[in-house]
């Protein structure tokens, strides 16, 4: 991935350029990023522009520092992430961040330390970086990426400065993968995954439209008692679930729209009008919670087959 060529980045970067050549930069950053809009290429062009050499318009992007930083090989870059298959970022990590970043700049300038996924640091972690966050060194910048800070303690996002991250609209995201990645079904996949233009990047979007055209199928048939879930369920649990379970939270979301936009306007307060509606829509919300909470759960030692049959009878009843 280039850092530069995310054109909806730009008023962000312009914003974080202002503050730097107005020395109003922050000691800390939390960049809140929509899933897939480019959080963590936000954070690297900010150090970029930070440990850039060029004497206009930093980040270059071809200086050393600049690549080094591309490369995640410059000596005042710090990046804190998950280790191997670990769920969380540990105290440990942070500590060893916090004495890295007392150390003098190799480069004479700042020091940057980004913390990716930061809503993975644990309370303690998150409390050990505290003490950073309230006595930080010169020229040093924290840079938090996060698509939950509300998973953070409230005493580290006071002392944050947030930039947000939105997905970009549908025409700017399929304009930019039509330049990376060619002519494709660019629209229907970014439908499928959220419009997150950074995961769609990864894929072949003909199969995934077509990974959930089938998917919206079998829930269709599923619903209409045409399919049995079990059979359903250990064959899902096989093929890529994470974006099956995707898939099954956009229809359901699909379903709740769709009866919204299909019931009639109506100014009666009569409880006896709108309460047949109810049940069915708080099924509807029942169940995309427990998609939710499956797909919280697949790096939890669980029966992934007799949790996705559980919710697809739910689905059929």
């Not at 500590?95 to 990716?116: F, M, N, P, W």
């Not at 644990?122 to 040093?140: D, F, G, M, Y």
């Not at 002392?159 to 993968?177: F, K, M, S």
């Not at 048939?221 to 096989?238: I, K, Q, Y």
């Amino acid at each position: 991935m280039i850092i530069n060529d995310l054109p909806w980045l730009g008023p962000q970067k312009a914003l974080l350029a202002s503050a730097l050549a107005q020395e109003r930069l922050p000691h800390a950053l939390l960049i809140h990023e929509a899933p897939g809009a480019g959080g963590n290429v936000l954070a690297d062009w900010v150090a970029q522009l930070l440990l850039c050499t060029a004497a206009n318009k930093p980040p270059c992007g071809s200086c050393s520092p600049c690549r080094r930083v591309a490369r995640m090989q410059h000596p005042d870059l710090i990046k804190l992430q998950l280790l191997e298959e670990s769920r969380q970022i540990r105290i440990e990590q942070v500590r060893e961040l916090a004495a890295d970043l007392t150390l003098t700049s190799h480069q004479g300038g700042y020091k940057v330390a980004i913390i990716s996924p930061a809503d993975a640091l644990n309370r303690a972690a998150a409390n050990a970086l505290l003490k950073t966050l309230e006595e930080p060194t010169p020229r040093t910048l924290l840079i938090l990426v996060a698509t939950q800070p509300s998973r953070l303690p409230a005493t580290v996002l006071s002392r944050c400065q947030r930039i947000h991250v939105p997905r970009p609209a549908t025409d700017e995201a399929v304009a930019w993968l039509q330049t990376v990645r060619g002519p494709a079904e660019w629209g229907a996949a970014l439908e499928v995954l959220g419009g997150a233009p950074l995961f769609a990047a990864e894929v072949e979007p003909t199969s995934v439209v077509e990974f959930a055209r089938d998917t919206r199928r079998v829930l269709e048939e599923t619903s209409g008692g045409r399919a049995d879930p079990a059979v359903t369920a250990e064959h899902w649990w096989r093929t890529d679930l994470p974006l099956r379970l995707l898939c099954i939270e956009n229809w359901l979301t699909d379903r709740i729209r769709r009866h919204f936009a299909g019931a009639p306007f109506s100014v009666e307060m009569s409880p006896a009008v709108h309460l047949p509606q109810i049940p069915s829509i708080r099924r509807l919300f029942g169940l995309i919670d427990a998609v939710q909470e499956l797909k919280a759960s697949l790096d939890a030692p669980i029966n992934r087959s007799l949790a996705l049959e559980s919710l697809l009878r739910r689905l059929a009843a």
